[in-house]
């Protein structure tokens, strides 16, 4: 079956500006993940849905960005008032073990770029 | 709090040489390990986890609990073997298991 997709694969954007990454699992997956990737960096955790809820959400950076999970299948991760220092790949994983166990399956990344 | 450490940003061997990536990490309790792999040009996947004890394309790592160490080998080193390995621990935070990445370490092998 189809793996994890991520839209845009690549995002440019101004300082300021509010933008949203997409992330779609793999089919019944009921585990996501989205992690930050800078250069030279390996993933950072940002924050975890089991379901439809976020069961960790720690690693979000502050206020300014945000993720949701309506349905328990496709997320979104929100960023709004982009700074320069967001620019980075933007990961996102889904696994089906509940509790956060199990391997986790890699999207191919949001390149986000703000000028 | 969970971390991993790779001291090693890149590693030059030449094709048939053995490889040992480094990976140290420190968790209180008792960790799950990874090595997750990302070849050029393509997504980050899982490369091999301690509890499953096997052996992925000739490359294995042994959980040494007393160094804290999770180092990946391989005798002979092939040229496929280049990409951006990473070591991971999943951990127990808050009800679930949270996976901490380390900084990475690209192997080059030399033809």
């Known amino acids: 079956g189809a793996g994890v997709s991520q839209t845009p694969s690549n995002k440019v954007t101004e300082k300021g500006k509010y933008v949203e990454l997409r992330c779609d699992p793999i089919?019944?997956?009921?585990?996501l993940y989205w992690y930050r990737q800078s250069l030279g960096q390996g993933p950072e955790f940002l924050i975890y849905?089991?379901?439809?809820?976020?069961?960790?959400d720690s690693g979000l950076p502050n206020d300014r960005f945000f993720a949701v999970r309506p349905e328990g299948s496709v997320s979104t991760l929100k960023i709004q008032r982009t700074e320069r220092g967001d620019s980075a790949v933007y990961l996102c994983?889904?696994?089906?073990?509940?509790?956060?166990?199990?391997?986790?399956?890699f999207g191919p990344g949001t390149r986000l770029t703000v000028l | 709090a969970q971390r991993v450490t790779q001291p090693e940003k890149l590693l030059s061997v030449f094709k048939g040489a053995p490889v040992e990536l480094k990976c140290n990490y420190s968790?209180?309790?008792?960790?799950?390990l990874f090595w997750y792999v990302q070849y050029s040009r393509q997504r980050l996947q899982l490369l091999l986890r301690?509890?499953s004890r096997e052996s992925i394309k000739g490359f294995t790592a042994d959980l040494n609990k007393g160094e804290t160490s999770f180092h990946l080998k391989k005798p002979f080193a092939q040229e496929e073997d280049s990409a951006m390995y990473y070591c991971?621990?999943?951990?127990?935070?808050?009800?679930?298991?949270?996976?901490?990445f380390g900084t990475g370490t690209k192997l080059q092998v030399i033809p």
């Open positions: 994983a889904s696994s089906s073990g509940g509790g956060g166990s199990g391997t986790q399956y």
């Open positions: 089919s019944g997956h009921t585990a």
């Open positions: 849905f089991q379901g439809t809820g976020a069961a960790d």
């Open positions: 968790y209180s309790g008792s960790p799950e």
């Open positions: 301690h509890i």
């Open positions: 991971a621990l999943s951990g127990h935070s808050g009800g679930y298991q949270k996976v901490t």
